[in-house]
């Protein structure tokens, strides 16, 4: 390596995760020298065989479409991928181990957030506040007054919830859920030693004993288009179906004709396949609550992203160990 | 009394409550001699003039103007009012004590939806789901994706929640924002010794050492207007206030202008003063969340209701103490 010690290390940036495109972007360019692709007119492998054969760092948003040996193949000096999402099913962690790349991805600091939306999307749903905020500020309210003219809503109180997928988010999503008084069960490979709520190893007995699924889990080979027509005929048709995991978990051309017939009560889902392409079919259903895959937008989360992707960078040039490795190198 | 003790007993109902405009109304039918003075073209004094003369029992809507000794004066046999709400202020009690007459109302059946909607309301200001669910269903996800056109959301864990009332609702949304991790303390007329949250005499001070306020307390003489301009200065222009109690509760005309000024960050609110009055000002700003008054608007919640106003007339007509009193006759 003959890396100028005086000068900032270099970090190649692939997505770019959406905190490059707030005031955060200026903090990491006075810490490192960012190689910003985006802003190049060269296409994307031309730039990394013209600008990036000796970086040793590359930063990994949740939008890059997938980082795999056609990439890697341009970066021969790579020795970390620091991805700002959870989930890295968008990155080849694999072939990663195999070229000795390490991994570090943002854990659980999104965990509280994520399942803050979850929550949120679910009473939004069962209670009707998107459409009763509509009805309100659309001025029926005033003129008609309620009554007759507003459909009762669901309790949350007391139902069963399913959760697929009891990690992090599963589990922060589980602990708000207790303090509304429902009853958690949960899916997932393993059942899980440190938690006493009733297990199952198939999605579609876990939504049979249920009156609401939340989708937590990461997607791969085992979850894509987990969630099928089966498993929404037993949810039910007074079933509700929360996702802020992945679109793909869910076959979603069933989705879309279960929430049509009202063969399920409602979704409410921030995460879609083919996002940002929303099914038009969806579009005027008040019992669908859609949001733009935002569910880790805050401030506070954007803070916490930033400090996290420096401190795996930081580590990771002085030959410390990663803050949050998914693999060590 | 010379009642037929082989006809059900005739009730009175004044409001009337929003569950005799569903198929409830049947079902108090089948069991009561109900008389409907908005069915009736007299005016409602010359109503009970005419019919209620030796009606015993009344239930009451919480929409019932109010019920005073001008409408009492007229129903002369009364013994019992049961009341469909939890706030008691539309029923002058003291007079109804002075003439012996019981009062049942809704006690804590409706807290825990009251409280779900609370902790829906405040997701949905800070996580602006209202606003995300029109910006994807009005297309400009799909046109524009979120990149830089979607304002950052704020975190709803570890938040400062003060809780204005700690009756049975403050309680409830207390035990579901404590799973958020978030940090509770409560103003009141007296400190409660069944909870250990920090109390504060003072809502001004309450508001200065809070990012969010919950107002969960009954509306009467001393928490009319309890929200004045300088409790919302206290809050300040991070802060966010929902009002899942009365709208009279707020000084509104000071809440409109503060939100119209960016000087608090916004609200959540179920009640207006003069409901279903709306400000026009408020209208088009997307970090107010309106909802019709509808707190406890659920299917579950209107069938308990049914068998609590039931349960407590059954009880009056067979000299069984009643199942919620609010005052004993």
């Known amino acids: 390596m003959d890396e100028d010690v005086h000068s900032p290390p270099e970090v190649i940036v692939l997505g770019p995760p959406d905190i490059f495109r707030t005031e955060y972007e200026k903090l990491f360019d006075d810490k490192f020298r960012i190689l910003k692709p985006w802003q190049s007119p060269l296409p994307l492998q031309q730039f990394l065989q013209t600008h990036a054969q000796k970086t040793r760092a590359a930063v990994c948003g949740g939008s890059f479409k997938y980082l795999g040996s056609e990439i890697l193949d341009h970066l021969p000096s790579l020795g970390v ?137 990461a997607l791969n080979d085992q979850t894509y288009h987990l969630i099928t027509k089966d498993v929404l005929e037993a949810l039910g048709n007074q ?53 733009p895959h935002f569910a880790v937008y805050t401030e506070e989360s954007f803070r916490d992203s930033y400090e996290l992707i420096v401190g795996n960078l930081d580590a990771f040039f002085s030959n410390q160990p990663l803050l949050s490795p998914f693999l060590m190198q």
């Open 81 to 217: 991928v620091v991805s700002s999402a959870v989930g890295l099913d968008h990155i080849d962690v694999q072939e990663c181990r195999c070229r000795g790349i390490a991994v570090a991805y943002a854990s659980t600091i999104f965990s509280p957030d994520v399942a803050d939306l979850a929550v949120g999307l679910l009473i939004d749903v069962l209670r009707r506040i998107t459409a009763a905020n509509r009805f309100v500020k659309s001025g029926i309210w005033q003129a008609k007054s309620i009554e007759g003219s507003y459909p009762l809503a669901t309790k949350l109180s007391h139902k069963r919830v399913g959760i697929v997928g009891l990690g992090s988010i599963g589990q922060e999503v589980a602990k708000r859920l207790e303090a509304f008084d429902c009853k958690i069960s949960y899916q997932s490979r393993n059942m899980k030693s440190s938690v006493s709520y009733p297990f199952y190893s198939d999605a579609r007995e876990l939504a049979a004993k249920s009156d609401i699924l939340i989708l937590c889990c």
């Open 239 to 291: 079933g509700v179906i929360i996702n802020v995991a992945r679109g793909a978990i869910i076959d979603q051309k069933e989705l879309v004709r279960f929430l049509q017939g009202g063969r399920i009560a409602g979704a409410g889902l921030d995460v879609l396949e083919n996002e940002p392409h929303v099914p038009p079919e969806i579009l005027e259903l008040d019992n669908v609550v859609l949001s």
